[in-house]
């Protein structure tokens, strides 16, 4: 067993803090674990070796590491309420005073793309034949490229269509052979996927009527969720609104988001 050092555990951390915002601290056991089959595949006998390799490589070999230390599982239908909001307030809202027609709207933290396309149904229910007249399309971001491939991919398995109802899985997508689902494109071709660390300023100049940044802040520690969430909010047009996980909070004193109901924000 490769064991890794204080020293080098230490550095991993503030390195990973200071450019990701994910908070390692705790994890010390799982990196020792976890990271052991990646070393020896690469033919490495010690930790401080591995971390540089990280520091030269960013992309690829962070992610590498970050996808075994963090979790992108998801599923389609995660946190109805957030649908259910979209459906009950938001487009109801958006029908009555989007002249333009036009939503731009930013899953972040998208993971294998599952909250996306289960916005961009949610829409597709609600519009009906009127969707014609809407632009809408969605911006899904994620530090984790190879979970950008499979959403891009749009292929899953039952387990992610567990939560969907059983019409929107009939209406959107081909079932190939037993266990499998493939996306249509009709809903695939609605999402723009690109790679950000959400650690770095934001490229977006128009700002966004909904933002989804749910189950990612959970590696932050609390300056780096605050630091996210208000440029979340000058990321969003005024009255613009905030979906987190559910077992997240945005702190009161720390930002000027109105509380709407749990894990729903909302700008002015
Ligand atoms: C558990 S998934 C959440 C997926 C989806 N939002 C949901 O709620 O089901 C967390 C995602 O956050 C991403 N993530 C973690 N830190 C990030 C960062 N600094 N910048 C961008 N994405 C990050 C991970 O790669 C992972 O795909």
């Not at 540089?52 to 690829?60: E, H």
């Not at 333009?100 to 597709?124: D, H, P, Q, V």
């Not at 100049?205 to 590696?219: G, S």
């Amino acid at each position: 067993m490769i064991r890794l050092t204080d020293k080098e555990f230490n550095d991993i951390v503030t390195f990973i803090k200071d450019n990701y915002g994910i908070n390692l601290t705790k994890k010390r056991q799982l990196i020792e674990s976890r990271m052991q089959v990646v070393l020896t595949n690469r033919g490495l006998t010690n930790f401080t070796d591995y971390f540089n390799l990280v520091k030269q490589n960013k992309s690829d070999e962070i992610t590498a590491m970050l996808n075994k230390l963090t979790t992108n599982h998801t599923y389609f239908y995660r946190e109805p309420a957030h649908f259910e909001f979209m459906k009950n307030v938001f487009l109801p809202m958006q029908e009555k005073t989007n002249t333009r027609k036009e939503l731009r709207i930013w899953s972040a933290g998208c993971s294998s793309g599952e909250e996306a396309y289960t916005t961009i149904m949610t829409m597709m229910e609600y519009f009906g034949l009127k969707r014609t007249s809407w632009d809408y399309r969605i911006l899904a971001t994620d530090i984790s490229l190879k979970a950008m491939e499979a959403a891009k991919n749009g292929l899953y398995g039952a387990e992610s269509l567990k939560e969907l109802p059983k019409t929107w899985e009939m209406r959107y997508f081909n079932k190939q052979g037993n266990d499998y689902y493939e996306l249509k494109d009709e809903v695939r071709n609605q999402v723009i996927f690109k790679r950000l660390n959400l650690m770095e300023p934001f490229p977006y100049q128009k700002p966004f009527d909904l933002i989804f940044c749910r189950n990612v802040m959970i590696y932050f520690d609390q300056p780096t969720k605050n630091a996210l969430i208000n440029k979340f909010y000058d990321a969003l047009k005024p009255g613009g609104y905030l979906f987190i996980g559910h077992s997240e909070t945005v702190q009161r004193d720390t930002s000027e988001f109105i509380y709407v109901e749990p894990s729903i924000y909302r700008k002015g």
